[in-house]
């Protein structure tokens, strides 16, 4: 079964602190995405990639940046977390071409205290 | 500027009746349409998608109807299922086949 997997369900982090949040694919896609989710907002995007080392700004790129190494995974990294960031995080990753849609992980819920 | 729409966010329905979802968009150059239904804790699933050369999609219980001169679409749910109680988001791209944009949601609950 295909799929895209987060490393984290839950997180706790304390304000100021690097967090990572990871995402591996298993389908071979080009590109990977990191989304938001927050009551009353909707899906927000943070960062894609279309290929390796290759990344891309969305909407809401302050105070995050990603890394792509290798084709199957795509991190998050908050550089110092903030209260603000507390939020439901979403990856998810596609073949080249929206038609196909994306294929989303579980999230991870990180909430930074 | 919010280029997809959801306006209402929230829906109850009985099981066996209707449901129906809006979504509105503004950028004309969007040119294909996706609906995504997400459980609590779960990530958000694919459920149908249409082209706007298309006007109608439909697979079992879910149609989706575009209207593109009124920049508006809709998602049919016949007959509803208490099964169907999630989280269901539009989303647009446009035809240089970038990042899908998001509505905020629209949560339908299905009573019995």
């Known amino acids: 079964d295909v799929k895209v997997t987060q490393s984290s369900r839950y997180l706790v982090k304390r304000t100021g602190e690097k967090v990572f949040l990871e995402c591996v694919q298993d389908m071979d896609h080009e590109n990977m995405f990191w989304y938001r989710q927050d009551p009353g907002l909707g899906l927000r995007l943070i960062y894609f990639s279309y290929d390796v080392k290759m990344k891309e700004k969305g909407d809401i790129p302050e105070g995050y940046s990603v890394s792509r190494e290798k084709k199957e995974r795509f991190s998050l990294i908050l550089e110092s977390a903030s209260t603000n960031q507390t939020s439901m995080y979403l990856c998810?990753?596609?073949?080249?071409?929206?038609?196909?849609?994306?294929?989303f992980g579980s999230g991870t819920r990180l909430t930074v205290v | 500027d919010q280029q997809v729409k959801q306006n209402s966010p929230s829906l109850s329905v009985q099981e066996g009746r209707i449901s129906i979802l809006n979504c509105d968009y503004t950028?004309?150059?969007?040119?294909?349409f996706l609906w995504y239904k997400k459980y609590p804790a779960e990530g958000p699933t694919f459920l149908i998608s249409?082209?706007?050369?298309?006007d109608k999609n439909e697979d079992g219980r879910f149609t989706v109807f575009l209207n593109k001169s009124a920049k508006h679409l809709s998602l049919h749910i016949v007959p509803s299922q208490p099964g169907d109680s999630a989280v269901y988001f539009c989303a647009a791209s446009d035809q240089a086949g970038t990042a899908l944009i998001f509505g905020k949601g629209t949560t339908l609950s299905v009573s019995s």
């Open positions: 950028n004309s150059m969007f040119d294909y």
């Open positions: 998810a990753s596609s073949l080249v071409g929206i038609y196909y849609g994306y294929t």
């Open positions: 249409i082209s706007s050369i298309k």
